[in-house]
């Protein structure tokens, strides 16, 4: 495995990417919601607002992929096949390597993400009752604890 920067020509996979990982890790949002999400998701990956990493596999394969923006993890998706495979520490290990203080904003509902960053270090440092675009999905604030383990 490997981490790369992310190409103007990487777009369409990382959004499959996206949406994949989204059904089927985000029971909790609705289908309504997920498509209101897509229009926002493409301007995202082809903006260039954010860093984004990309975690390869040998072969090359886009495994899932990273969004920083300054010291924050704007988004951390992985296609459900490559799930457990250790692309996502990767791609933490890779955030952390660039930024020591490290921030997350995880769904609530999403249990497994909350204990995957947990698992890297991070702990919860406040909640929002609302997502960034204000509908009922609850946001947990996680920072990377100073000197935390290697996820």
Same mark, same amino acid.
């Given at each position: 495995?490997? #981490?790369?920067?992310?190409?103007?020509?990487?777009?369409?996979?990382?959004?499959?990417?996206?949406? $994949?990982?989204? !059904?089927?890790?985000?029971?909790?949002?609705?289908? &309504?919601? #997920?498509?209101?999400?897509?229009?926002?998701?493409?301007?995202?990956?082809?903006?260039?607002?954010?860093?984004?990493?990309?975690?390869? &596999?040998?072969? +090359?394969? #886009?495994? +899932?992929?990273?969004?920083?923006?300054?010291?924050?993890?704007? $988004?951390?998706?992985?296609?459900?096949?490559?799930?457990?495979?250790?692309?996502?520490?990767?791609?933490? !290990?890779?955030?952390?390597?660039?930024?020591?203080?490290? $921030?997350?904003?995880?769904?609530?509902?999403?249990?497994?993400?909350?204990?995957?960053?947990?698992?890297? +270090?991070?702990?919860? &440092?406040?909640?929002? &009752?609302?997502?960034? !675009?204000?509908?009922?999905?609850?946001?947990?604030?996680?920072?990377?604890?100073? +000197?935390?383990?290697?996820?």
């Amino acid at each position: 495995m490997f #981490i790369r920067k992310a190409k103007p020509t990487d777009c369409e996979v990382l959004f499959k990417c996206w949406l $994949t990982s989204v !059904q089927a890790t985000h029971t909790f949002v609705s289908a &309504e919601d #997920i498509e209101s999400m897509i229009p926002y998701v493409r301007s995202y990956l082809s903006s260039g607002e954010s860093e984004i990493w990309v975690a390869c &596999e040998g072969s +090359g394969t #886009i495994m +899932g992929f990273m969004g920083l923006s300054g010291s924050k993890m704007e $988004t951390l998706f992985l296609a459900p096949e490559f799930h457990g495979r250790g692309a996502g520490r990767l791609l933490v !290990q890779h955030a952390k390597s660039l930024c020591s203080d490290l $921030t997350v904003d995880v769904n609530e509902q999403n249990a497994a993400a909350r204990q995957f960053y947990e698992a890297c +270090g991070f702990v919860v &440092e406040g909640r929002s &009752e609302l997502d960034e !675009q204000g509908r009922p999905y609850p946001l947990l604030h996680m920072r990377l604890l100073a +000197g935390a383990a290697r996820c």
